[in-house]
């Protein structure tokens, strides 16, 4: 069987549109709260943030990492749609990191959330994370079906 005429599927299509408008606009979040940091000495500002939240090195960390996380979707998404085999494996590495940063983000914003409120709602924060771990597993496992693998080895063919 010659794969020579295949081309995008819909799904590599909605996954990478999807990637590239997470990615920029958490990126473009993720710049702007960097830059409002310099407002953590405003009084009201003071009074929201959980004490000593601003020197923890892993929150600036996590931070830095998932704007660069951010970033590498944009491109990786970019380069899913033009079907480069680089940005299916780039995907699957990044996407892992990514959730393996997720469950950090989760542990520190409970513990900062605690100091904040008393009672945290359990019950949407799971919800958040079953669907956002669904989004990011579903995105590894598409990119790493051998259909898809078999559509980014032969490529698009030229119009």
């Known amino acids: 069987m010659v794969y020579k005429f295949i081309t ?8 990478s549109i999807s990637l590239i408008a997470f990615g920029a606009f958490n990126a473009f979040l993720m710049i702007l709260s960097m830059a409002l940091m310099s407002l953590r000495n405003l009084p009201e500002v ?3 943030l ?3 939240m601003i020197s ?3 929150f600036w960390l996590s931070s830095i990492l998932n704007l ?3 970033l590498a979707w944009v491109v990786c998404g970019i380069g899913a749609l033009h079907l480069k085999d680089w940005a299916r494996q ?3 590495v990044v996407m892992s990191v990514y959730l ?4 950090v983000n989760i542990c ?4 900062l959330a605690q100091e904040v409120m008393t009672d945290v709602p359990v019950v949407f924060l799971i919800i958040g994370i079953v669907l956002s771990f669904s989004y990011y597993l579903g995105l590894i496992y598409f990119f790493s079906h051998p259909n898809i693998v078999r559509q980014f080895k032969y490529g698009v063919p030229p119009a």
């Open 8 to 15: 995008r599927s819909k799904g590599v299509v909605v996954f």
């Open 46 to 48: 003071a009074a929201v």
């Open 50 to 52: 959980p004490v000593g």
């Open 56 to 58: 923890l090195p892993v």
């Open 68 to 70: 660069l996380i951010f």
């Open 90 to 92: 780039t995907l699957r």
């Open 100 to 103: 393996i940063n997720f469950l």
């Open 108 to 111: 520190l914003n409970v513990f």
